[in-house]
């Protein structure tokens, strides 16, 4: 199988496992909170998602666990390629819910300086956020620019998904 192939299978594979967890737009979940000594480092926002810092992109928060670990791979994926997703709007309601700017705040809230992230639990629990991440890495590792991948995303959630975030477009 060579690489344009395997990336078409993890995108596939991803909307797949999506589509059969019923996960439709986005909602709470309780199970994001896990206490595994990791509380000091986890705080809950007003709309109920969480927050929690990690030293890197490489040590995901604790709030993944028992999820799907498929939900783990776009994250740790969004970890990696953050200044990908930034760029791309995001269309579950979420820019006017919770004052989301982008597709990475679904999933970072921020990266510091050092290299820290502040891992946002939203994106656990939105199809529509997991899906435009993973298709926005997969479409920039086969070559895409931004506004490329920017127009494609638009394009496909223009009609019946919720406002987009107010995410700049990306220069060409």
């Not at 890197?56 to 670990?69: H, I, N, R, Y």
Request: charged share 20%; net charge negative; proline share 5%.
């Amino acid at each position: 199988m060579n690489l344009r192939t395997k990336k078409v299978f993890f995108t596939a594979f991803i909307f797949l496992l999506l589509l059969a967890s019923g996960l439709s737009g986005c909602s709470s979940n309780e199970e994001a909170a896990h206490d595994d000594g990791h509380a000091a480092h986890q705080e809950q926002l007003p709309g109920g998602d969480i927050i929690e810092t990690t030293s890197g992109p490489d040590q995901l928060p604790s709030f993944l666990k028992g999820f799907d670990p498929q939900i783990a791979k776009v994250y740790q994926a969004v970890g990696h390629n953050h200044s990908v997703v930034e760029h791309m709007a995001c269309y579950c309601g979420c820019g006017e819910s919770v004052g989301h700017k982008s597709n990475r705040d679904c999933f970072i809230r921020e990266v510091k300086p050092d290299g820290q992230i502040v891992w946002n639990s939203h994106g656990t629990t939105c199809a529509n956020c997991l899906n435009i991440a993973a298709e926005s890495i997969t479409m920039k590792q086969e070559g895409k620019s931004l506004l490329e991948i920017r127009k494609h995303i638009d394009n496909k959630y223009k009609e019946g998904f919720a406002k987009p975030t107010p995410t700049p477009m990306p220069q060409s």
